[in-house]
């Protein structure tokens, strides 16, 4: 029962370490020997690969899909692709009241992008690092799915918060962006202190919301999956398996969507004129 109870320990403890990259000694971090995860200076080298290749596939593959929009009779790939960017742009016209050929594209970037990075988590949990070790001989554990890593799903919302600041500034001036922090909720003077720091806190509370939202429901998602890989004897773990993996489909599509809804929402509240 002890040995059972360490492999599963150390099964687990395995696959949630990341392939890391240490920028004080510009050398790969060795997980088994030390344990380097509060270093500032480190970077998940399997999120950042995987974020940019998932996002150049979405890139590469709306290219191509947009050279055959001139085709009179549709394909089966252009109407998928037509469906999806109506579905968006339908969301972001009811939202802001109005087209916009900015927050539109943004809207499908986020949305597509994220689903791609979602969906990796219905790979086997072995299956990719076991392909890196087989090509590049390492012992490392390689972490597929870039939402579960919070520093991506922070760095996403982050950028986010950018975009909302500059609609917050381009709409209401930079000299009235600032003296709303003091003016609101409450109009009187003597709760200007009070609504600065109401007003630093609502904002603050945006990214950190949404990428933290993102972060623990996929991560949680792939926590069962390692936990029934690491419990369950592997002629037996499509039991639950299946239904889970079913199940998460929706989680995956959920979760894109509503980071894209909020995003939308954001912006769009940003940009109306303050009573």
């Known amino acids: 029962m002890d040995i059972e109870q360490n492999y599963s320990k150390k099964y687990i403890s395995h696959h949630l370490q990341h392939y890391q990259f240490n920028l004080t000694n510009f050398s790969f971090v060795n997980s088994d020997i030390n344990n380097q995860s509060n270093n500032f200076w480190l970077i998940n080298l399997d999120s950042m690969f995987f974020s940019i290749f998932l996002g150049l596939i979405f890139i590469f593959f709306f290219y191509q899909a947009s050279k055959k929009f001139t085709i009179l009779v549709p394909n089966k790939i252009q109407t998928f692709i037509e469906i999806i960017i109506n579905f968006i742009n339908k969301n972001v016209v009811e939202i802001l009241g109005e087209k916009n050929y900015f927050v539109a594209p943004l809207s499908l970037t986020i949305f597509v992008w994220?689903?791609?990075?979602?969906?990796?988590?219905?790979?086997p949990i072995d299956l990719i690092s076991n392909i890196f070790k087989i090509i590049f001989h390492t012992s490392q554990?390689?972490?597929?799915?870039?939402s579960a890593d919070i520093n991506v799903t922070l760095s996403m919302s982050l950028?986010?918060?950018l975009?909302?600041?500059f609609y917050s500034i381009k709409t209401h001036g930079l000299k009235n962006f600032i003296f709303n922090f003091f003016k609101h909720p409450f109009d009187y003077k003597i709760f200007f202190i009070f609504n600065f720091f109401l007003e630093i806190i609502t904002l603050i509370s945006k990214p950190i919301s949404l990428g933290l939202r993102l972060f623990g429901n996929i991560y949680?998602?792939?926590?069962?999956?390692i936990l029934i890989s690491s419990l369950i004897p592997w002629w037996l773990q499509w039991i639950l398996n299946v239904p889970w993996a079913i199940f998460h489909i929706l989680v995956i599509f959920l979760q894109s969507f509503i980071f894209m809804i909020l995003t939308i929402v954001y912006i769009s509240i940003s940009r109306l004129p303050v009573v």
């Open 114 to 123: 994220i689903f791609l990075m979602n969906l990796m988590d219905l790979l």
């Open 163 to 165: 975009i909302i600041l």
């Open 159 to 161: 950028g986010v918060f």
């Open 220 to 225: 949680s998602g792939e926590i069962i999956f």
């Open 141 to 146: 554990n390689i972490r597929s799915v870039p």
